[in-house]
């Protein structure tokens, strides 16, 4: 009988050799995965804009005259810095000129008129006192007092006239002066002139209503920059003018500028296969931030909408559905667990339940095979 167990176990043992071979070569290997462990921090909940948004200024004008004709005058260049009220450009205007010195004429023959006919209604005004202090005193008779008075009221009333026509002469003056302003271009307010349309001896034509005609200069305030970007009409009622913001400019990467929402508009924009959108007006909390940016730049907004410090977080890419997360265990098993997400943004989420600072939350959730029950091991590099 001993004999027949050793020759069993003899014929046993190589073949359960065998067996634990060809399980360890054939065995599923583990996944390599990416790991985060839960850790504590800040973590805070923001929006951010659906499309580029852009840097604008707080003024700027696209001019053009009120006029056409022929440009005659082109007073600065683009780039130029000007002030308000600066001539910029002026067209052919010598027809207006000449009627602003006739009317400028016309005035002058005026007012001096005024002085000579006034002149004489005071000296006939002086003559009927005289005239009634003598019939007083019974030196002359009532038809003499009478024709004095009579010739001092008509006098006094040239004099009215003359004034009136003064009045009209200026008149007329200031409408040259208004026809003539219609030939010219003068800067609004202080700038930097960003474009001219147009070049000495062309043609230029002000925008028919309904038509888009080329501004002749382009004025920009370049002392007073915001950014407009446009938010997800759903997002809209989480925000309010105030909020904290924070601003990123494509042309300048690795900088970014601290703002705050300072206005939101008053309606949705529809525009045709794009998502509807509401207007933000973001400011920089420091305007010297502001100091060299161009007009036009493509920028991105994030809105503070709240913050929480030191609380349990972990990587909101390794978030599946449903708030569920995969674990890497000690034993090497991927599980599955639901967690009670609080705020989150694109990096963090906030973990009020369902973990514990230092478990090993999986990230590389897109990797073939990477599910619960799966055996899985730390990828070089992983954290």
Known sequence: MPVLIRRLLLTALPLAAMAALFWWLTRPQPID??????????????????????????????????????????????????????LLMSLWNEDQQAQQSVARAALESARRRVGEICTQARNATDEARRQQALLDRGFVSESREEQASAEARARRAACATARSEVEAAEARLLATQVELDRTRLLAPFDGTIAKITGKLGEYTTPSPPGIAMPPAIDLIDRSCLYVKAPMDEIDAPKIQAGQRATVTIDALPGRRFAAHVQ???????????????????????DPGDA?????????????????????????????????RVLLLGEDGLLVERTIDAGIANWEFTEVRSGLASGEQVVTSLEREGVSAGAHARIEAGSH
């Open 263 to 285: 206005r939101i508009a008053p309606y949705v924009a529809t525009i045709e296969k794009q998502a509807r959108t509401v207007d933000v007006d973001v400011a920089f909390e």
């Open 33 to 86: 995965v990416l790991v985060v462990a839960a850790a504590f921090g800040d973590v805070e909940a923001t929006l951010a804009n659906t499309r580029a948004g852009e840097v604008e200024s707080c003024r700027r004008a696209k001019l053009s005259t009120i006029a056409g004709g022929r440009i005659e005058y082109i007073g600065v260049r683009e780039g130029d810095d000007v002030v308000a009220g600066q």
């Open 291 to 323: 100091v060299g940016l161009l007009v036009g730049y493509s920028a991105d907004v994030e809105i503070l909408l709240d913050r929480r410090e030191h609380v349990l977080r972990i990587p909101t890419a390794a978030i599946r559905d449903g708030d």
